[in-house]
C-alpha cells in the first residue's frame, strides 16, 4: 500500500504527464503508471505544493557480453511547460545519475523523443550508442497462410506461457540489450492491444510456435510499422509480413530490427553508472585487449582514476602504471567497451 505521500506522487504526476504528453490517451496514462510506476524509482521535483518535474528509473536487467547488469531505463521525463528553461531538468538528471550509482546499477539508459535531446543528454555522459536497423517490405501479392494468425488478448492469456517461452527464447538470447521477463512481455501485449496494433503468431505443423511479429499502423496510411519480429526462418519471416500487409491493409512495412535492414538510425542513449565494474567484464572477455585510460566524470567521483586493462582484468588506481595512458571522459567509454551498437526494443517508448 502507498502512503499517503506516495499516493499524492503518484496523481500529481500523472496529472503533470498528461500535460506534458498530451498524445498520450487516459487509458495509457493508467494502463503506464498501474503497470511501471513505482514511487521508490522515481525522481521528482516539487515547488511549494505543485509537482513541476519527475521522472521515472525503471530496473531492467541488461545482456553486457552475457552477464545480466542492473539498468535503470528513463522515462516519463518532463518539465511542466511554464517552468521549462530554468534548469529544473538538469538538477534532476544529475540526481538521477547519483541515484543510480547508490542503487549500484552498471548503466542507465534513455530513448530521446526529439532529436535536439542526444545534445542535451550527452552534457550528463550519455552516449549515442543504440542503433536499430530498418528495412521496408512492399507488399507483393496476396497470402493465405493458414499457419498464422492474428492473437488477441483474450487469446494471449490463454496461451501466455507458450508465447513467453517463445519469446524469451529468441528475444534474450541476444547479447547488448535489454531483456524483458513474464511480467515484462504481458506488459508488452496489453500496450500493443491499447495502441491498436496487431499481433500474429506462425505455427508449424506440429502446432508449434515458430514465429512471432509485433506491429502497429505507421505514420502514414499505407505503412505498417513492424517494431519487432522473431522467425525459426526467413520463409516464415516473409510470409509473416507478407500476412501482416494482408490483415492492414496496406502497401508497405517498415521492420526494425538488430543489424538487418537498409538503413540505420540512432535510437538511444546509454550511460555507464559504474566503470570499474563494465571494464572489468570487458577485460574478462577480451583478454587480449592490454591498455591503460585516465577517466574523467564530472558526475560521479567513484568513476575518475587510471584503469589499466590486462591479461583478462582491470584495477583503477590513483596514479598511472605506464607510460602509454589516454585520457578519455564517461560519454566515450561506451565506445570502447562495446563490439557493437547495442539493441534497444519494447521499452513502451
Given at each position: ?78 518539465t511542466i511547460p511554464d517552468e521549462r528553461g530554468k534548469g529544473y531538468m538538469t ?83 541476444r547479447d547488448f540489450t535489454f531483456l524483458h521477463d513474464r511480467y515484462d512481455f ?24 515458430d514465429g512471432m511479429m509485433f506491429t502497429v499502423a505507421g505514420d502514414d496510411k ?128
Amino acid at each position: 500500500m502507498y502512503s499517503e505521500e506516495n499516493k499524492r506522487l503518484d496523481a500529481d504526476y500523472r496529472r503533470l504527464w498528461k500535460i506534458c504528453f498530451p498524445d498520450d490517451t487516459d487509458e495509457f496514462i493508467r494502463f503506464y503508471f498501474e503497470r511501471k510506476f513505482m514511487p521508490e524509482n522515481s525522481v521528482s521535483l516539487y515547488k511549494g505544493n505543485n509537482l513541476i518535474a519527475a521522472m521515472m528509473m525503471l530496473p531492467y536487467p541488461f545482456s553486457f557480453y552475457t552477464y545480466k547488469q542492473s539498468t535503470a531505463y528513463i522515462s516519463g521525463a518532463c518539465t511542466i511547460p511554464d517552468e521549462r528553461g530554468k534548469g529544473y531538468m538538469t538538477t534532476m538528471m544529475q540526481n538521477a545519475i547519483k541515484y543510480a550509482s547508490e542503487k549500484d546499477f552498471t548503466f542507465t539508459a534513455l530513448i530521446p523523443q526529439e532529436d535536439w535531446l542526444y545534445s542535451y543528454y550527452s552534457k550528463f555522459g550519455y552516449s549515442e550508442i543504440f542503433q536499430s536497423a530498418f528495412e521496408e517490405y512492399s507488399i507483393k501479392y496476396p497470402i493465405n497462410n493458414s499457419n498464422i494468425t492474428q492473437v488477441e488478448g483474450k487469446e494471449a492469456s490463454v496461451c501466455f506461457d507458450e508465447l513467453y517461452y517463445y519469446f524469451n527464447s529468441h528475444a534474450n538470447s541476444r547479447d547488448f540489450t535489454f531483456l524483458h521477463d513474464r511480467y515484462d512481455f504481458s506488459t508488452i501485449l496489453e500496450d500493443l492491444f491499447i495502441a491498436e496494433g496487431k499481433f500474429f503468431v506462425s505455427r508449424n505443423s506440429d502446432n508449434q510456435i515458430d514465429g512471432m511479429m509485433f506491429t502497429v499502423a505507421g505514420d502514414d496510411k499505407d505503412s505498417v510499422r513492424v517494431y519487432e519480429l522473431f522467425a525459426d526462418s526467413s520463409d516464415i519471416k516473409n510470409h509473416l509480413l507478407q500476412t501482416a500487409g494482408n490483415h492492414w491493409k496496406r502497401k508497405s512495412l517498415i521492420c526494425k530490427s538488430p543489424n538487418v535492414g537498409n538503413y540505420f538510425k540512432k535510437s538511444g542513449m546509454l550511460r555507464i553508472i559504474n566503470a570499474l565494474k563494465a571494464l572489468q567484464i570487458y577485460a574478462k572477455n577480451n583478454p587480449e585487449q592490454t591498455f591503460e585510460i585516465y577517466l574523467t566524470d564530472d558526475l560521479l567521483e567513484i568513476n575518475n582514476g587510471y584503469f589499466s586493462v590486462k591479461d583478462g582484468n582491470c584495477k583503477q588506481s590513483t596514479m598511472p602504471t605506464s607510460s602509454n595512458c589516454r585520457e578519455i571522459g564517461i560519454q566515450q567509454l561506451p565506445t570502447l567497451i562495446f563490439p557493437q551498437h547495442p539493441y534497444i526494443s519494447l521499452m513502451l517508448d
